[in-house]
């Protein structure tokens, strides 16, 4: 089997993102250099795969390295589901502020700090049940998600049980897409929009996911967007593939619709090396067109990616607490480096010319993230190491017992559509009131967790 070039960056698993209600386990992969602002991309796995799967077969790292986009892979497994499914059918997995969802959304809050993202470019994208997940994912947080990209998966919140999940993936379910649109608008009630992008893919000969998906999909998202169902334009792509075309009032693709031709179940690869080529071939991976390459394009993440060749990465990477605010870290030199640039939680916070370096000033009990990276005599940095998190030693984390109305006005929280959550882990914490009261826990900067009764 084909496998694409060697990525430039390091694919890597993350722990530590937060509370993770939905048990789920954290990969990043970025290409090497990449500069703070850079966009972020969620991509899920189908059902019996895994993370490492996605990376080395979905095409996302090529995409990453040639436009410059860190990527996010999370991973669901056997206790959560037997197929290893994420549970885009389950209300208690699938909502904002629970589950799996909420897992996701941490991870996406942790990325941002690893890698500086620029919060008004994230996307998500998934195949099958992933795919199921990250519509679910757009309609809780249209807040959070610029825009998405459904392959060979149902409609946002067409099931709540997994009883109703069959029915979901194999049938008509005969609503309007007025209907449609209604289980968006719910799962965030009160969010005025803006809405997401939404790149829908689907194989015309699909037995498990039947393209029904599709046309329900197509009725959802431009019912939310308000732009109907007549199709602004209509083009052929490589692959046998059909796209149409639905344009917002400014012009603008908001949903694209994508039909391959005779292509069964499975996320569209095009293994090669041209400009619309991506991806390698495996189970449920189907040689037919790029999907990740016209996804990106619709999404607009085209725009000037970066190249940077840098230097390696420094080896070696040693993070230990010294006191309760403070982490000497020491790392091997790299040849050819004249400084060495360290990142704390994705931030540069250091240029030390040694191969050692302490940290001060942090607070007690939390954890950090650090990496370095190798700055040639040009001032290029090169890759970053592998990332490695220390927790500096003190009491109990800082808790914070108020109502709503003050742990938003503490910045303590957040409030979306009169809902209030937790700042950094996304937990619901219920109306924004001074009836309401919930106690906070501060794990990390900027990152608190529901405590009611254990601080």
């Given at each position: 089997?084909?496998?694409?070039?060697?990525a430039?960056?390091?694919?890597?698993?993350?722990t530590?993102?937060?509370?993770?209600?939905?048990?789920?386990a954290m990969?990043?992969y970025?290409?090497?250099?990449?500069?703070?602002?850079?966009?972020?991309?969620?991509?899920?796995?189908g059902?019996?795969?895994t993370?490492?799967?996605?990376?080395?077969?979905?095409?996302?790292?090529?995409?990453a390295?040639?436009?410059?986009?860190?990527?996010?892979?999370p991973?669901?497994?056997?206790?959560?589901?037997?197929?290893?499914?994420?549970?885009?059918?389950d209300?208690?997995?699938?909502?904002?502020?629970?589950?799996?969802?909420?897992?996701?959304?941490?991870?996406?809050?942790?990325?941002?700090?690893?890698?500086?993202?620029?919060?008004?470019?994230?996307?998500?994208t998934?195949?099958?049940?992933?795919?199921?997940m990250?519509?679910?994912?757009?309609a809780?947080?249209?807040?959070?998600?610029?825009g998405?990209?459904?392959?060979?998966?149902?409609?946002?919140?067409?099931a709540?049980?997994?009883?109703?999940?069959?029915?979901?993936?194999n049938?008509?379910?005969?609503?309007?897409?007025?209907?449609?649109?209604?289980?968006v608008?719910?799962?965030?009630?009160?969010?005025?929009?803006?809405?997401?992008?939404?790149?829908?893919?689907?194989?015309?000969?699909?037995?498990?996911?039947?393209?029904?998906n599709?046309?329900?999909l197509?009725d959802?998202?431009?019912?939310?967007?308000?732009?109907?169902?007549?199709?602004?334009?209509?083009?052929?792509?490589?692959?046998?593939?059909t796209?149409?075309?639905?344009?917002?009032?400014?012009?603008r693709?908001a949903?694209?619709?994508?039909?391959?031709?005779?292509?069964?179940?499975?996320?569209?690869?095009?293994p090669?090396?041209?400009?619309?080529?991506?991806?390698a071939?495996?189970?449920?991976?189907l040689?037919?067109?790029?999907?990740?390459?016209?996804?990106?394009?619709?999404?607009?993440?085209?725009?000037?990616?970066p190249?940077?060749?840098?230097?390696p990465?420094?080896?070696?990477?040693?993070?230990?607490?010294?006191?309760?605010?403070?982490?000497?870290?020491?790392?091997?030199?790299?040849?050819?480096?004249?400084?060495?640039?360290?990142?704390?939680?994705?931030t540069?916070v250091?240029?030390?010319?040694?191969?050692?370096?302490?940290d001060?000033?942090?607070?007690?009990?939390?954890?950090?993230?650090?990496?370095?990276?190798?700055?040639?005599?040009?001032?290029?940095?090169?890759?970053?190491?592998?990332?490695?998190?220390?927790?500096?030693?003190?009491?109990?984390?800082?808790?914070?017992?108020?109502?709503?109305?003050?742990?938003?006005?503490?910045?303590?929280?957040?409030?979306?559509?009169?809902?209030?959550?937790?700042?950094?882990s996304?937990?619901?914490?219920?109306?924004?009131n001074?009836f309401?009261?919930?106690?906070?826990?501060?794990?990390?900067?900027?990152?608190?967790?529901?405590?009611?009764?254990?601080c």
């Open positions: 089997m084909p496998f694409p070039a060697a430039s960056g390091t694919f890597q698993q993350v530590g993102f937060g509370s993770n209600p939905g048990k789920l990969y990043t970025a290409p090497a250099g990449l500069p703070g602002g850079a966009p972020l991309v969620v991509a899920l796995h059902c019996t795969q993370a490492d799967d996605y990376y080395r077969h979905s095409g996302w790292p090529e995409l390295d040639r436009y410059g986009f860190a990527v996010v892979f991973q669901t497994g056997a206790a959560n589901n037997p197929l290893s499914c994420f549970r885009w059918f209300a208690a997995q699938n909502a904002r502020g629970v589950g799996e969802a909420a897992s996701v959304l941490q991870m996406v809050t942790r990325a941002g700090g690893l890698f500086g993202t620029d919060r008004s470019r994230v996307f998500v998934g195949l099958s049940a992933g795919g199921g990250a519509a679910d994912l757009l809780d947080y249209p807040d959070v998600f610029a998405g990209a459904v392959d060979a998966g149902p409609p946002a919140h067409c709540a049980t997994l009883s109703a999940a069959s029915s979901c993936q049938d008509d379910q005969r609503l309007t897409p007025a209907q449609w649109a209604e289980k608008r719910r799962a965030d009630p009160g969010h005025p929009g803006p809405w997401p992008r939404v790149a829908i893919w689907q194989g015309t000969a699909d037995t498990t996911v039947r393209p029904v599709a046309t329900e197509r959802q998202w431009t019912a939310v967007w308000g732009i109907g169902q007549n199709p602004s334009g209509t083009r052929s792509l490589p692959g046998g593939t796209e149409t075309r639905y344009d917002d009032a400014g012009g693709p949903v694209a619709l994508h039909s391959i031709a005779g292509m069964g179940h499975g996320l569209a690869v095009a090669g090396s041209g400009a619309d080529n991506c991806g071939t495996g189970a449920y991976f040689d037919a067109i790029c999907s990740g390459y016209h996804t990106a394009l619709f999404w607009g993440l085209d725009s000037g990616g190249t940077v060749p840098g230097l990465a420094p080896s070696g990477l040693t993070a230990t607490a010294t006191g309760a605010d403070t982490v000497a870290l020491g790392w091997q030199p790299v040849t050819g480096a004249v400084s060495y640039r360290v990142f704390r939680d994705g540069p250091a240029n030390p010319t040694g191969t050692a370096w302490t001060g000033g942090l607070s007690a009990g939390t954890a950090y993230g650090y990496a370095v990276a190798a700055v040639a005599a040009d001032g290029t940095a090169g890759a970053r190491s592998t990332i490695v998190t220390v927790t500096t030693p003190g009491g109990p984390a800082a808790c914070w017992t108020t109502d709503n109305y003050h742990q938003v006005a503490a910045g303590r929280a957040t409030l979306t559509g009169g809902l209030v959550y937790a700042l950094g996304g937990q619901a914490m219920g109306l924004w001074t309401t009261v919930h106690t906070l826990r501060r794990t990390g900067p900027d990152y608190y967790v529901l405590a009611d009764g254990s």
